[in-house]
Structures are given as C-alpha cells and as structure tokens.
C-alpha cells in the first residue's frame, strides 16, 4: 500500500478531483438512463492509471478512506434489509438465489478450469460471478416503477439473500485467500466462522443492542445518533475481521440490526451524507485500479483477457438469467427475474478487488473479471427497459429520499 | 508520517476507539459543565502516547482524516459567519479583536525572548497566543443564554474577527515554518499572499459561486449539495495551498461564500452529520500528540515546561482580559467580554500542532502551549458562569440544532 507520501493539501486536491469525477461522470450515466456507479467507475479509469494518472488507489490514505467507503455502503445495505423478511422470504426468492449462485458459479469455475486458470484464482473468479447488487437492482426496478410487483419483490429479495450468501461466499474466499489452504476442512473452519460470527453477531446484537441503545439514549439524548451506528459498523467490522471474517460482513450485520429501530430515520440521513462522500470514492478507486489497455483488441496480448471476459461474461449472464426460470411454480415473467439478476455492481468489484490486492488475480483476470462486472452492470439496466414496459418518462432522482437514494444512486 | 502500515480493519478498530473515547469523555465533560472539546483533548491524552498508546496520530491515514476534521470544523465556522456582519462590525469589536490579538503576541513574545526561547519558536509560541475560540466563546455566551446581550454580541463579533486575524497570522507562520526566511520582506509577501487569496478567493466566488450554483442546481437537481459544498472547501483549501496559504483559510473561506445561499439549510445539515464524525477525530489526534507525562512536577526534568507553561498560560490570561477593557466607551461589562476573549481552544491547538509538525518546538514548547490552550479554554467556562447570573439550570443540548450544534459541541 505504501506508494510515497500523501500530505494534507495534496489529499484535498486528491478527494476533490475524485468527488467532482464521480459527480460529473455519475450525472452523465444517469443522463443516458444508466446507474451512477457506472459513471463512477468510467471516472476512476480516467482520473487512474489507464488515462490521467491522477488517482493513485495504493495510497494509503486514499485506500483507507476508500474502504470505509465500503464499510459504509454494506452499514446501508444491512439498514434497508428487514432481517425478517430476509429470514421468511418465499421459496420462490430462495431458490432463485440459490440456483442463481450455485449455476453462475459452477459454469465459472468449469470454465476458468478449461481455460487453464489455477485452482486458487478460479476459485475467486467463480466467487466474482456469484454476486448480485442489491444496489443495482432494487435502482432499476424502483426507476421503472416495478419493484412492487412479484417479479420486482422476488428479484430484491433474491438479491438481498444473494447479498448474504455473497458475503458469506466472500468471507470464506477471503479466509482461504489468507494463507488457509485449500483443504475441505479450512473451508468447513471458515464458512463455520463466517456463519458463527454472522449468527453470533445477530443473536447478540439482538439481545444487546436495544439495551445499550436504551442507554445511549438517556446518557447522550441530545447526540447524533448516526454516531454510535457508525461507531457500532466499525467495531463489529473490526470484529468481524478478528474472527478471520471479511470487515464488510460486520458493517453489513451493523445494519441489519438497526434496521426498523426508533433511530434508524436519523441513522439513514446521517448515512446518505457520509455515503454521498465516502462510497464514490471506493467505486472511482476500483476504476482507477483498472487498467483498461489490457481491453484493447489491437493488442494482440490483450486477446487473452478479452478471451477469458468474453467467457467470463456468457457463464455470468446464463448462470442467472437461467436462475429465473428455476422456481418453476411462478406464473409471472421469468425472464424479468433473471435480467433482474444479471449486474454483478459494487459486489462484484468487491470480489475483483480483493483479488487483485491479495495478489491471487493477474492483470489478465483483474481485467477479465472486471470486464464481466462492467458488461453485466451495463446490460441490465437496458433489457429490463425493454422488458418492462415503462409508463411515460422516467421518474427523475428528486423525488426519491434518504437511504433510498443512498443505494439506489450509488 | 510514515509510521508504520494501516490496514482496513486496524484503521477501523482505531476510529471506533477514537470515536467512543471523543464521545464518553465529551459526555462526561459536558456533565461537569464543560465544552465538548475538552473531553475529546482528554480522550486523546488517555488513548495517546501519555497512556494507553493506541491512537498513534503520525500514523498517514488518520493524520489525513484528522486534517479533512480541520477542513470541515473551519468550513463549517465560515459557513455561519456572515461576511457583511463581519465587514460591519462595529469599532467595539474591531477593538477588542485588535488589542486581543496585539497584547497577548506581544506579552508573549517578550515572555519567550526574556526565557531564552529562540526567534522562530517564539514567533509561533505568541503566535498561538493571539487565538480565541469562536467555537468556545459562542457555546458558553449561548449555554448561558447571553449571546444576544451586548457583551456576548462583542466578543462573538471580536472571536470572528480573530479567527481571520488568527488565519491569517497562522498562514504567515506557516509561510514563515515552510523555509522562508524571518524578514521583513518575506514577512510583507506572505502576508500579502494570505491577504491577496482571501480577497481575491472572496471577490472570485461572490462573483462565480452564484453562477456555478445556478448551473449546480440545473444539472443536479436532485443531488447533495453537502458534496458541492465540500467539493469547493477541498479545491479552495488545495488552491490556498497552492498559493502558499493555509488549507484551512481556503476551507473557511468557502463556507464564508456559501453562507446566506439558498443550500445553505442543506449545506449544514450535511456538515454537521460530517463534523460528528470528522472534527472530533482532529481533537483526539491533537490529545494523543501530547505527552502528559511533561507536565508531571514530581520529574524535575519537566520544571522549565511548567514554568514556561505558567508563564505562557498568565500571558494569555492578562493579554485577553485586558482587550475587553480596551473600548473605554463601552458601558457594559467589561470582565465578561475579557473573560470572553480567553479560550484558545481549536485555534490555539492548530498553531501547537504546526509548530510541532514543523519541527519548531521541542517537546518542552509543545507542551507548554499546550498546557496555555487546555488552561484557558477550562478557565473560561466556570468563570463566565460566576460573572453571569444563570437564569435557572443550564439548557440540555438537545434544544441547539444543525450548526450551531455542531460549532458549539465541539
């Protein structure tokens, strides 16, 4: 991480370049009906090593900063999520979720295997392709005015659960990533861990949590209460990552128990103003890590990767859109489901990320996997436009408040 | 800087423990009638290199973090002083503000020579001396109901004033700390280039800022406008440094231009969600940078820091009390606007904390200004107390809101 020294006056002119890159491009992406993550992430390949040079995501203090980014994104995520429903959501969600994790990931890691990638790197690339964002797809149905209808109420709640299993998923990958080997017992050890700390975390948060809330209350009843939330995020992040789990998976279940709680309205205003600043720096800092020549079809040594995206892409679009169609039962569009299932977003670049900084990726894979994320992502918003169709003109940002904003903007 | 690497989840566990130190000992001064800042200083000193050594504020990430602190707390201080009010302000407060500034600088700067202190080092010493908290004043004169009183109008109207006079000497310190010889010249061009940035950054954006505004509005109507706002603070902080002026004269000039505007409601909501989290991780870095243990009287050893302390702390209270006598004219209660004057607070710790960074002081000289600053600004509350009358118990928090809150709780 240590790439030189970053001092004050520089790092302001750092966050600035990023902040109006995310802002400018972000509003670009969304003047041609995309998602402002997509925006984000052109930004930080044009402010990065790809184009300007501008943004160096290997300074500390800007990947530091961008990693609370994250934290703060998965705090929101869990906010939004109603542990209940998330826990008696319908078979149909569930098996969507499942099929859409189990095929996606299967068809990658067979793929990746032909293609001759080793055991480690393909096993993180498969865990790549296993994502759904939440963020992406709740945006897209709620732009298009469908997300409270079944196809809508299914595809969320899929990918809420998707959104757990991912986590999970990506806990496990990252405890194998870290020096666990690849035996059937460090995978058992660490699923074990992701699931005991997720499980420990909301039996105890549960007990606990109203109690010192309680507390809080009457010590500091004059207090922003988005500070202790905060407070609570780092901390289980923090012991999420003492228990050999992934930091995010503690944010996310900091989330999770806030949800529905007295203070949740002034924890999510206090969020969306910390995420408007913090989560575009992460998505421009993972653009800026691409080095998007290795996409360039007249270099002839870029053919691999492009090989291995192009690959990459058809298990990642067949994996889910087929995830649609598995709850045979269900009498509405499966089609809508399985589109609705196709971006990989913030969760997959996740993934690519921690490949690419545990050194198990290559810039070839780096590229290939991002390729996938940045060709899903883009894809979905479109076909589910035609799929769906829309009545008059899309509803405009303004009308929609608060976290909701938060993720679907983001 | 570079002390040693940062990784997420340590970053992580460190904010948590900086944020829950800042706030249960901020609580517990409160309780005990105290401002905020005081137990975020205190906080600091527990978690710091006097005691518990686990906030180390050399380490690069949360050095920038605690600088981004600096940047909002002075953006948010510019963001509700009104520049007409400030260019209008009556001769009573100009007064004050002047003869505040002057006599402690002076006082100091004997004090410093007479004690063998050496040319630069007392320059920055009697530098700190010239600080008054509007941060502090305004939260005292406002807890105890006398901010719309004459006396409290005139020292709230002298503690601006003083800022800016404060901002500008810290910007020629600083010119004068970066290598720039102590000459009359270089004196006169780095006052010149301080004053020249606020004026021109002032005429500038009265002119444009309107304009960038409406343009803003147009594209991004449904946008934050906290992440404009901060967006401005960060590039006129970067262009100030640029100018070889203070990042910070650049942050509070941008809230200055924004102040009054149609965002502003929205500005301070935002910032003060920010400030909560940003500025008190500023205080506790500036708390975790003193070594206590220099104070300690049973060490002989530590004699020349408490008796340069003494004298530094006598300076400060003679020079700051006699302002409020300066406007003969003035009826009132002269005391209460010299008692007023006193707290360095956040201002003060910026000058101690350059002058360290600098490598100006010695761990002697750091101490004792930081022992001047901890002093006054626990001197000040009680005191103005005994002076005013209070009108039964204090009022909670929990009536303040957005700024004011936030400038006065921290």
């Not at 409270?148 to 991912?166: F, H, K, N, S, W």
């Amino acid at each position: 991480m240590e790439s030189g020294h970053l001092d004050a006056p520089r790092f302001f002119g750092i966050l600035a370049v990023i902040l109006l890159g995310a802002k400018v491009f972000g509003l670009l992406a969304r003047r041609i009906g995309q998602p402002a993550i997509l925006g984000e992430l052109i930004a930080g390949i044009v402010l990065g090593r790809s184009a300007l040079g501008w943004v160096d995501p290997r300074l500390e203090g800007l990947h530091l900063l961008s990693e609370l980014g994250v934290l703060i994104l998965l705090f929101a995520i869990g906010l939004e999520t109603n542990l209940g429903q998330l826990l008696r959501v319908g078979g149909t969600s569930a098996t969507v979720a499942a099929v859409g994790v189990a095929l996606p990931f299967a068809l990658g890691f067979v793929a990746c295997r032909l293609m001759g990638v080793a055991h480690l790197p393909a096993l993180v690339v498969s865990a790549s392709l296993t994502a759904t964002s939440v963020g992406i797809t709740a945006r897209v149905f709620a732009e298009l005015g469908h997300l409270q209808e079944p196809e809508g109420r299914i595809v969320l709640g899929a990918a809420v659960l998707d959104d757990v299993l991912g986590l999970v998923i990506l806990t496990v990958v990252f405890g194998v990533v870290n020096g666990n080997t690849l035996s059937a017992a460090s995978l058992a050890r660490t699923s074990g861990l992701a699931f005991g700390f997720l499980i420990a975390a909301i039996v105890l948060g549960t007990l606990l949590i109203p109690m010192v809330w309680k507390g809080i209350r009457k010590l500091d009843p004059a207090g922003a209460s988005v500070l202790w939330a905060l407070l609570l995020a780092l901390t289980l992040a923090w012991v999420a990552s003492a228990c050999g789990s992934a930091p995010i998976l503690g944010a996310f279940v900091a989330g999770l128990l806030l949800h529905g709680s007295e203070e949740a309205e002034g924890i999510e205003r206090g969020i969306t103003d910390l995420g408007h600043l913090f989560v575009p720096i992460f998505f421009v800092c993972v653009g800026a890590a691409v080095d998007v020549r290795v996409f360039d079809p007249s270099q002839r040594a870029n053919w691999p990767t492009l090989a291995i995206g192009a690959t990459l892409i058809v298990a990642a679009i067949l994996g889910k859109f087929a995830s649609g169609y598995a709850p045979w039962w269900f009498k509405g569009r499966k089609a809508v489901i399985g589109v609705g299932m196709i971006p990989r977003g913030e969760v997959g670049l996740i993934f690519a990320e921690m490949g690419d900084r545990g050194k198990i990726f290559d810039s070839k894979l780096f590229g290939a996997v991002t390729l996938m994320v940045v060709v899903t992502t883009f894809l979905a918003p479109p076909v589910l436009r035609r799929l769906l169709v829309t009545r008059g003109p899309l509803p405009s940002g303004g009308d929609r408040e608060g976290i909701d904003e938060l993720v679907t903007e983001i």
